[in-house]
């Protein structure tokens, strides 16, 4: 099998799960035997392009054509079976969509986001939810509100471009969903259920988990939309050490809040951003891993990371968060909340007196659900059922 897989890197100084799944995939898709074309571009490209180039990026989202030109040859070059999109923005365009079907060649997307509704992905704007684009012919609160890069006119590019790409995005021939709730916001979209599969991430297999360490982590972006002040006003709502350590990770705009916790409580330390090795070692100390997000959250890979290495969840009921931990399943690997500080302290204790008993579950939760070869096979089947349909297709129209 011979698959082109098609991404817009986001920047290196922008930390991105998406560019870190990605990789993984395609690792994945090696060594299990697939050719794997990858048609990469980054956005870390666009200081260094020529004064040409650049004239052409405001109209890149709507149609690139430097990409689909070179994406042309590939395919005619190599006749792939199927193009594997993820992230189209800024230089790829979801042009690459009719530019392989212009090839004969079905796409598969992978969504990792809300972007065909939202300009800026999330459906989170000010702190809170927001989803005011939503059956809109064009996203005017986004432009109102500068909703993508903090820019009028960059959001009425983005704006404009989901707009004219709404029939694009109704051509493609596959949907991965990362979870449930990103099924139901294609399905909301008006995409055929048919047309959409559930498949999430992967990430591989740490090993036998460590016995549980103590108290809570809390791993990722220091932003608003994941929930880090929802988590400390929470956590203040108990006596310090009561509930053990709270370590916190990673680095963003809400850095002082966590500094000044740590300087007023002794139960509270932030390790700052941490490597691949400096995860493990937080994972491995700590019993309940965190995931507080006030937003729709698609697939936070924190949580997977959690279960692989057999510690619980707890985490709010948003976006995919109730997927992850198997909220509706006889045995769940963790808990999930509202967001708001009240259910949350109250659900704090009830974790700790109860990680030990759901450690078993998180790892079997990852063993079943995200290991790379569970996840390996469900997308080689995924690959190959497109292929087919479109072949079924093709003879049918002769």
Not at 345 to 371: G, K
Request: with cysteine; charged share 20%; glycine share 8%.
């Amino acid at each position: 099998m011979k698959i082109v897989v098609a991404h817009n890197r986001y920047r290196e100084a922008q930390p991105s799960g998406e560019n870190t799944i990605v990789d993984a995939e395609i690792a994945q898709l090696t060594a299990a035997g697939v050719e794997v074309l990858p048609f990469l571009r980054s956005s870390d490209e666009i200081p260094s392009m020529p004064r040409s180039a650049k004239a052409l990026l405001p109209i890149s989202p709507i149609y690139a054509p430097r990409a689909q030109r070179e994406l042309g040859r590939l395919l005619d070059e190599h006749r792939p079976d199927v193009l594997h999109l993820h992230n189209p923005y800024p230089l790829l365009s979801p042009w690459v969509v009719r530019t392989a079907h212009r090839y004969g060649v079905p796409v598969v997307q992978t969504v990792h986001n809300y972007r065909q509704v939202c300009s800026s992905g999330l459906y989170f704007r000010d702190g809170a939810i927001c989803q005011d684009c939503r059956g809109r012919a064009l996203g005017v609160p986004a432009i109102v509100h500068r909703c993508y890069r903090g820019s009028r006119a960059q959001s009425a590019l983005m704006a404009t471009t989901l707009a004219a790409h709404r029939g694009t995005w109704r051509s493609v021939d596959r949907f991965i969903a990362l979870t449930t709730s990103i099924a139901e916001h294609l399905r909301d979209y008006g995409i055929p259920e048919q047309r959409i599969v559930v498949k999430p991430n992967a990430i591989p297999d740490p090993g036998v988990p460590a016995p549980l360490g103590t108290g809570f982590l809390f791993l990722g972006r220091l932003s608003p939309e994941k929930g880090l002040d929802l988590l400390l006003e929470a956590w203040r709502r108990h006596p310090d050490g009561s509930l053990g350590p709270l370590r916190v990770a990673g680095d963003g705009e809400l850095r002082p809040l966590v500094e000044e916790a740590a300087a007023q409580r002794a139960d509270v330390t932030f390790l700052g951003p941490l490597d691949r090795d400096g995860v493990h070692a937080a994972l491995v100390a700590s019993a309940v891993v965190l995931a507080t997000s006030t937003w729709h959250d698609v697939l936070p890979t924190v949580i997977i990371e959690a279960l692989a290495a057999g510690r619980p969840v707890l985490g709010t009921a948003l976006g995919g968060i109730p997927f992850l931990v198997g909220a509706d399943t006889a045995e769940p690997a963790g808990w999930v909340v509202p967001p708001n500080p009240a259910a949350l302290a109250d659900a704090l204790p009830a974790a700790v007196a109860e990680a030990a008993s759901r450690a078993p579950a998180a790892r079997a939760r990852y063993e079943r659900t995200f290991h790379p070869d569970v996840v390996t096979r469900r997308l080689l089947d995924i690959y190959a059922d497109t292929a087919r349909t479109a072949e079924s297709d093709r003879r049918s129209a002769q």
